[in-house]
């Protein structure tokens, strides 16, 4: 059966279909002339073979391959091999014509004969080529009913190992390559012809009969992704992709899996490489705390901690089936990491201390918090209990505990707060800040944008609303955020926490801020749907609370590189011990008593630079340092 794919693969030797095509070339040239002079009462003698014979074999063959007609595959031959092959019939006799004038002055050649021949000689070059197409798909109709037509768009390491893994399954027939690198046009990888150029996918796709098309190319950056994604869309045949080299090393994809084509391959930035020695050298053997383990984040993170070398996992969720899951997930992932699930509030100090003396941890990660933008504008109470004393709480309670690091796990939407979420996290890495203590629990914050699939965020939205035919809803044309993604978020935290700095706020190289409007759009586009037709965008306008664009780096912040390339280090701002020591007693008090108004006054004041947004704003004094870029990528 593989000899049989492999001469379907291959087809004709290109020496037999060069000689077939001469040979055609004659007949049509001879035996016209012996129809045109057979009508006649005395006619001449016909040679079948002279210089006018060898003129007209030499003109035509060299127009037949400066054409490209044995570039393509007798296996795939369709309507437009019989158009190309009609253009060079054209084309040939034009260059006959000029031989044969210089020759002989066109001596014995009839009028007839000139006009018959291209339809003749297509004919002649066309019928072989699709007879052969049908033969063998009638030989292969009986034996191959179930396999996939499989065209590849990538002829290099990824796209041989995939040839050999789709064999091996035996459910798929690759059928070409497709690749944009000229010296491997024409040849053939693992048996299978290289047919054109990636751009060339929408012509060649149909020509080949090709029921699926896989992107074989991991180190692709994203916009000749983009591009690729593209002409894939216009052949409207199913494409998928092989996993990235870090999706394989982290377990998240198994060798020669095709998964489809994610936004995060869209994005217009490449992951950020971890120093991974340096996380499992810190975090080897080592029994970690994570709340919020039931999250997005939290979930993640504690699978990196597993995944790395962690002893001992403790997790703390307030809601009983997040942490159900977590723990079923992480015990059958990762059977030799000691598993400690505890259910509660990480603001209840009983509850922590509990956690605590469970599992002893020497690194505590402060996962939980309230994140819903527009939710929290109207639940400041909850707010402040979840985010700013629930953080002060598991802060204080490492801190008797003697946990060598914690770390809080903010938000780039602190910097400049104009909402309630964003003031709520200045306000915890402020009390994360006063209670630092160089003898004690080094504080580490951690600082990121929006990530992509977590609970809540736009991607899921978006899908969701593409799922239900419609209308996707974006908030305004021009607003842009920072993206990563959930194993890219929990990689950092593990990075700035491996790093070793007493206390400090780090962020990632996030690269430029991407259009949520184009984001929605590649969004439908990779749904098989166009925008505005298939799936309408209506833009509603900011909520309360939003900005148009954020920032990593607060203006007087001071930053500088760290250890790794990827990660900047900025020194917290100076601020009064005393005065956020004194305002959490007070936040405390109103909370206690329900006191929206107090929480409001005293938010104000413990956070200088919030600047409650009502309506849509943007915060001049916010600056953009190092590396994040001023323009939204176009995705």
């Known amino acids: ?270 992951p950020v490489t971890p120093d991974w020695k340096a996380i499992r050298g810190w975090l080897g053997g080592r029994s970690v705390l994570v709340t919020g383990a039931g999250g997005s984040i939290g979930s993640e993170l504690s699978r990196q901690c597993a995944r790395h070398g962690a002893r001992q996992i403790a997790l703390l969720e307030i809601d009983e089936l997040a942490l159900t899951t977590t723990e079923a997930q992480l015990r059958r992932d990762f059977p030799n990491v000691i598993c400690v699930p505890v259910l509660g509030d990480c603001g209840d100090p009983a509850v922590i201390r509990h956690a605590l003396a469970l599992s002893a941890p020497e690194a505590v990660f402060h996962a939980a918090a309230y994140k819903q933008v527009p939710l929290l504008q109207t639940q400041l109470r909850e707010a402040i209990r979840n985010n700013v004393l629930a953080t002060e709480t598991v802060a204080r309670e490492s801190q008797k505990a003697g946990v060598g690091t914690f770390v809080l796990i903010s938000t780039d939407k602190a910097v400049d707060p104009v909402n309630v979420l964003g003031a709520s996290k200045r306000l915890a890495e402020m009390i994360c800040q006063a209670m630092a203590d160089p003898r004690s629990t080094r504080c580490v914050t951690v600082r990121f944008g929006n990530v992509l699939d977590s609970a809540g965020s736009v991607v899921p939205l978006f899908r969701e609303q593409i799922r239900s035919g419609g209308p996707v809803t974006v908030t305004d044309p021009e607003v842009t955020r920072y993206f990563m993604t959930i194993p890219e978020a929990c990689q950092l935290i593990l990075q700035a926490a491996a790093i070793g700095s007493q206390h400090a706020v780090y962020t990632l190289d996030m690269g430029e801020p991407v259009s949520i409007r184009l984001l929605a759009e590649q969004m439908i586009h990779l749904a098989g749907k166009t925008p505005g037709r298939d799936i309408a965008i209506v833009y509603t306008g900011l909520r309360s609370g939003e900005k148009l664009h954020e920032t990593l780096f607060h203006a007087d912040e001071r930053y500088r590189p760290t250890s790794h390339p990827k990660i900047l280090q900025a020194d917290a701002r100076v601020i009064a011990t005393e005065k956020i020591e004194l305002l959490s007693s007070r936040l405390r008090d109103a909370v206690g008593r329900y006191d929206v108004e107090q929480l409001a006054l005293l938010l104000r004041e413990s956070v200088p630079e919030f600047s409650p947004a009502g309506a849509p704003m943007e915060t001049p004094s916010a600056t953009i340092v190092a590396f994040p870029a001023r323009n939204a990528r176009k995705i």
């Open 1 to 270: 059966m593989n000899g049989l794919r492999d001469r379907v693969s291959v087809g004709l030797p290109r020496a037999a279909v060069v000689l077939h095509d001469l040979f055609m070339v004659w007949v049509a040239w001879t035996g016209l002339h012996q129809f045109r002079y057979a009508i006649e009462a005395l006619p001449p003698v016909l040679p079948l073979w002279s210089m006018t014979t060898a003129i007209v074999l030499v003109a035509q063959g060299l127009v037949l391959w400066q054409i490209g007609l044995y570039r393509g595959i007798w296996r795939f031959a369709s309507v437009p091999d019989l158009l190309n092959i009609l253009k060079a019939s054209v084309v040939g006799l034009l260059a006959i014509v000029i031989g044969l004038f210089l020759y002989n002055r066109l001596y014995q050649v009839p009028r007839t004969v000139l006009v018959l021949y291209p339809v003749l000689l297509t004919a002649l070059l066309g019928m072989p080529r699709l007879l052969y197409r049908a033969w063998m798909d009638h030989r292969l109709s009986g034996s191959e009913k179930a396999v996939l037509r499989v065209l590849i768009l990538g002829a290099g390491q990824a796209g041989e190992a995939l040839v050999r893994d789709l064999r091996r399954g035996g459910h798929y027939q690759p059928v070409g390559f497709l690749d944009d690198a000229p010296k491997l046009r024409g040849s053939h990888l693992q048996g299978v012809p290289i047919l054109g150029r990636i751009d060339e996918v929408e012509r060649i796709a149909p020509e080949t009969a090709a029921r699926l098309l896989v992107i074989a190319i991991p180190s692709i950056d994203a916009a000749s992704m983009r591009r690729i994604v593209a002409a894939c869309e216009r052949t409207g045949i199913p494409f998928r992709t092989v996993p990235r080299l870090d999706d394989l090393l982290e377990g998240r994809s198994l060798p020669g899996e095709l998964k489809e084509v994610a936004i995060e391959d869209l994005l217009g930035r490449q």
